[in-house]
């Protein structure tokens, strides 16, 4: 039986999009192949609403997290790593892997940073070479402010690297307006492709610092070699996944049909009835109210539920929820409902969620259901 995947990804993949790998595949030298390639590059240009050089590689979003820095970095270099979850110590990580510095702006798990206090740090520390954020960190179910913090960047020599990984195609991002100089993404979230292929843009400001980076950037991830061949040839440089190129397009097109706009009110509105729903039934949220995201809602277990509850909502329900990750691990659950999901799936996952937390022995408050049905007749 197929397992309903209320995750913050791999989400839903929609049947046409599923069909699309089903398509013959064909050689990636091909022009039949570059005309297809070139198509969902631009696809992807107008979801991520930018005129910056745009990129798709096999790998998953963390090969882009790790691109975006291996390009600019030279040892020795300052970064200031913006810290709300899991993710954002990732950038941290990766900047040190490369012998760079890592300035952490560090913050509670499940709070947003504040503009403010990267307004304080870049007056302060006048050489630090980019600043990372994660627009949507999964792991706590909080958002940041991209927009708000693009506006202080843009004013200093620091490039702004934002990871939408979880939010483009669910939240709104528009790379160019928040004056984003390397923007990155994963198929299988918000776009709801298959996992497996990620996305990079890259601004003139950032080409400036990268093609004075003789530093070695290692061989798979080095965006000049991708620019050249997509300029010369619209193919990348090494051997795609052909056959998801093929689904990413169809996703894309399914994003661009529905429009961003619509989509994001969506998500809105996914994020709202979840999170009504789960408080009607007496469980505690656990991202602080004005920092919570729109395609993850993660909630706190109440007294004598562990993870239990997602076994039983697995094995019983055949719906799949997400843990709590490091020292969150067996203290929350989290919810995604990015993609295409829709109202039948938070429904069924809250009338669900009922269910095993009476197998549990908790008390219900009231239900999650009726209240996300008055969230989604508004």
């Not at 960190?137 to 020599?157: H, L």
């Amino acid at each position: 039986m197929n397992k309903l995947l209320m995750l913050p990804g791999p989400t839903i993949v929609p049947p046409d999009v599923l069909l699309a790998m089903a398509k013959p595949v064909i050689g990636h030298r091909s022009k039949e192949f570059s005309e297809i390639f070139e198509d969902t590059v631009e696809k992807l240009k107008k979801v991520f609403i930018t005129e910056n050089d745009t990129f798709i590689i096999t790998g998953s979003g963390t090969a882009v997290m790790d691109m975006a820095l291996a390009n600019i970095l030279k040892p020795k270099d300052k970064v200031l790593t913006i810290i709300t979850g899991n993710f954002g110590e990732r950038f941290a990580n990766i900047v040190n892997s490369y012998k760079g510095e890592a300035i952490k702006l560090e913050y509670e798990w499940g709070d947003m940073a504040n503009p403010e206090d990267v307004k304080e740090i870049l007056e302060k520390e006048k050489d630090i070479k980019a600043v990372t954020v994660v627009h949507n960190e999964t792991s706590t179910g909080a958002r940041n402010p991209i927009k708000e913090i693009g506006e202080i960047v843009k004013d200093y020599d620091a490039l702004y690297i934002v990871d939408t990984i979880s939010s483009l195609g669910g939240d709104y991002v528009n790379v160019d307006k928040f004056n984003i100089d390397i923007c990155v993404t994963g198929s299988q979230k918000c776009l709801a492709a298959p996992p497996g292929l990620a996305g990079i843009t890259v601004s003139e400001k950032a080409w400036e610092v990268i093609n004075k980076n003789d530093d070695k950037v290692g061989f798979y991830l080095d965006l000049k070699a991708y620019k050249k061949y997509f300029d010369e040839k619209k193919q990348n440089p090494y051997t795609p996944a052909v056959n998801l190129i093929y689904a990413l397009n169809k996703a894309l097109d399914l994003v661009l049909e529905e429009g961003i706009e619509n989509r994001v009110k969506r998500h809105e509105k996914l994020a709202k009835a979840t999170r009504a729903g789960l408080e009607e039934m007496g469980i505690e949220l656990f991202a602080k109210e004005e920092a919570r995201s729109v395609t993850v809602t993660s909630a706190k277990y109440p007294e004598g539920v562990n993870d239990k509850l997602r076994e039983i909502m697995n094995k019983k329900y055949n719906i799949v929820l997400a843990g709590g990750q490091k020292h969150l691990s067996g203290k929350i659950f989290r919810i995604g409902h990015m993609g295409i999901c829709g109202e039948k799936e938070i429904l069924a996952t809250l009338s669900c969620l009922e269910l095993a937390l009476k197998e549990l022995n908790f008390e219900v408050q009231g239900s999650g259901v009726e209240k996300a049905k008055e969230i989604f007749k508004e």
